[in-house]
């Protein structure tokens, strides 16, 4: 009986064993994985940039015995063997070459770690990654000693020193060049263009030469000039000689008909129609009959002086007693009765001669720059109101 119950306790305090250390194996494990992932990630703590890939364990629930005693399964697990990660390789800059390693600097360096691991390690074997993988080495297999494979050394390449990129702060900008504006060639002074003389003002067109209605238009009209008393003498002592006859010879000639001569100048006979009249006179040179006909100053040289002539210079008013426009041959009587009388106190008898007469007149004092006075100006106008255009021309009145 002893013995039955020594081997029921011994077939079920088995199981019980069994089933406890299947368990903890499953603890274990879960503890060994946490603890490689821990260990990877301190690992990995230096740098940044890498991402710690970590397969997920998945464990297969360990069943548990039944009561009766069973042959004690052997457990086989797969080899828990993490994939190599691989990152890519990370390039630190570097401030100058003559800070970068060297190809055979980093080789001894690695040899070095090696080296110092291998001797820290009893007999030369090489380290364990922690106690656990030692205490469960045998359960994993003798090729997993480590939780983690050694990383092989990876072949350092030289880098070619690249220089750092200069920062914003440290960039020098450039200094713009200032910008040369070309001067302009230089332009010679330009001469101003000449000013045209103003245009000069429009004037009416001129009237005809020697048309007797402007020119009595343009004559000034004043009241007579009684400055002075009435010379006879200021103009001249009697007529002059041209071509070597009186100017007496040069009327006569002119204004007789049938004339006849006495030599080169002096008029012995001839016929006048006389303007003033109308008359047909005879003419007989004598001490008696030379009187009969007498010559005439259209505008008579008392007139003419109360009229402007007073401020004539001499030789001017010679000129006027003188000038043939202001002469005509005419009866001796009726010249004496006009005496120094002008248009508005006197006109000949003949009325047909009205409008030749005044017209002579007013050409008379436009030649001479004598003006009118207000009653003459009225009686002229009266009389040239009534007759046909006429003009001057060689001192001669035409219509």
């Not at 129609?273 to 006909?293: E, M």
Request: glycine share 6%; net charge neutral.
């Amino acid at each position: 009986m002893k013995n039955v119950v020594r081997k029921a306790l011994d077939s079920s305090g088995l199981s019980a064993i069994v089933a406890g250390l299947g368990l903890l194996v499953s603890l274990l494990l879960v503890f060994a994985a946490g603890v490689t992932v821990l260990t990877s990630v301190t690992a990995d703590k230096g740098n940044p940039e890498e991402r710690v890939a970590v397969d997920t364990v998945v464990l297969e629930p360990v069943g548990l015995p039944d009561p009766t005693p069973e042959p004690i399964p052997t457990i086989e697990l797969p080899p828990l063997v993490l994939p190599e990660r691989t990152h890519p390789p990370v390039q630190t800059p570097i401030e100058s070459p003559q800070d970068a390693p060297s190809a055979p600097q980093l080789v001894a360096d690695s040899r070095l770690n090696d080296s110092a691991r291998e001797q820290d390690q009893p007999n030369g074997q090489p380290a364990r990654s922690s106690f656990l993988g030692r205490l469960f080495g045998p359960l994993f297999g003798a090729g997993n000693t480590s939780t983690r494979p050694a990383a092989k050394p990876k072949p350092t390449q030289s880098t070619p020193s690249t220089p750092p990129s200069p920062t914003p702060s440290d960039r020098v900008r450039p200094t713009p060049s200032p910008t040369v504006t070309p001067e302009p060639p230089a332009l010679s002074p330009v001469p101003p263009a000449p000013v045209p003389p103003p245009a000069p003002p429009v004037q009416p067109a001129p009237p005809a030469a020697g048309d007797i209605a402007v020119a009595f238009a343009a004559l000034p009209v004043k009241p007579e000039d009684t400055r002075a008393k009435y010379n006879r003498n200021a103009f001249g002592k009697g007529w002059t000689r041209t071509d070597g006859c009186y100017t007496r010879q040069h009327i006569l000639a002119r204004d007789l008909q049938q004339v006849q001569r006495d030599g080169k100048c002096k008029v012995v006979s001839g016929v006048l129609h006389d303007p003033y009249t109308g008359k047909v006179i005879q003419f007989v040179a004598g001490k008696d009959t030379s009187d009969d006909v007498q010559i005439d100053h259209v505008v008579a040289l008392r007139d003419a002086w109360g009229t402007g002539a007073q401020d004539l210079a001499a030789d001017r008013r010679i000129e006027l007693m003188n000038d043939p426009l202001n002469l005509l041959a005419v009866d001796g009587p009726t010249n004496n009765a006009k005496g120094h009388k002008n248009a508005a106190a006197w006109l000949p008898p003949n009325s047909g001669f009205h409008c030749h007469y005044v017209a002579r007149q007013v050409a008379v004092k436009q030649r001479y720059h004598l003006w009118v006075t207000p009653q003459e100006h009225d009686a002229m106008a009266e009389v040239l109101a009534g007759c046909p255009p006429m003009r001057m021309e060689n001192n001669t009145i035409t219509s």
